[in-house]
């Protein structure tokens, strides 16, 4: 079935280092992918999507692409801030299967 | 509303004993989708609503799980003769129409703790 790896964390940073958090995917067929971020506290939010080989999403100065030839959609950041600590989840959406399916999630803590 | 809400935040039960967990989405949306969200883990989708009735529930891990949705809008989670493997954080995610045109929105979860 469909399914989602994301690297393990946690992933430690300095303030203003770059960041990158990998993502790997199987379907079955094109899904949609996502990056969703739950800050210490709050709900899971969607970060960005991407509906299509190709594509990139981008908000709050992340980005990914949607890599069909790798199954890969890698979040990166190039300056990252304190405030960006929090636990961050890929996830798949297969139009068969009208759900998302997600990775473990990767916990990022952002150091001054 | 303004988001997802989900009561209550926290509940702690004895092994055995039957729980709900309540869910009120975002009012006009018609998807509602239920996930389980063990320690370090991501969330494992349960089941999901399209209006009234349940679209999907292939992720219900027993017959222990059930769920409704009797007039399109709050939906609750029933655990029978709950296990303490049953602990987990419980989300609730709604979105206006199905996730691959519109956002899903979560709430923030009922932790539950089976003793």
């Known amino acids: 079935g469909d399914s989602v790896t994301q690297m393990e964390g946690p992933v430690t940073l300095s303030e203003e280092a770059f960041l990158t958090i990998n993502c790997t995917y199987t379907?079955?067929?094109?899904?949609?992918l996502f990056w969703y971020v739950q800050y210490p506290g709050e709900g899971l939010q969607l970060l960005l999507k991407?509906?299509?080989?190709?594509d990139k999403g981008s908000n709050k100065g992340f980005e990914a692409t949607y890599r069909k030839e790798t199954t890969s959609f890698h979040l990166e950041k190039g300056s990252v801030q304190v405030s960006d600590s929090a636990v961050y989840f890929c996830?798949?959406?297969?139009?068969?299967?009208?759900?998302?399916?997600f990775g473990a999630g990767t916990r990022l803590a952002v150091h001054p | 509303g303004a988001g997802v809400s989900q009561t209550p935040s926290n509940k702690v039960t004895e092994k055995g004993k039957y729980v709900e967990l309540r869910c009120d989405p975002i009012?006009?949306?018609?998807?509602l989708y239920w996930y389980r969200q063990s320690l370090g883990q991501g969330p494992e989708f349960l089941i999901y609503?399209?209006?009234?009735?349940?679209?999907?529930d292939s992720g219900l891990p027993n017959d222990r799980f059930f769920a409704v949705r009797p007039e399109g809008s709050v939906s609750t989670l029933k655990i029978q003769r709950t296990e303490r493997g049953d602990s987990a954080v419980y989300l609730c995610?709604?979105?206006?129409?199905?996730?691959?045109?519109?956002?899903?929105?979560f709430g923030q979860g009922t932790r539950l703790t089976v003793v």
């Open positions: 995610a709604s979105s206006r129409e199905g996730i691959q045109n519109t956002e899903a929105f």
């Open positions: 379907a079955t067929g094109y899904p949609s």
């Open positions: 991407a509906t299509k080989a190709d």
């Open positions: 996830a798949l959406y297969d139009g068969g299967y009208n759900k998302l399916i």
């Open positions: 009012s006009g949306h018609t998807a």
């Open positions: 609503f399209q209006g009234t009735g349940a679209a999907d």
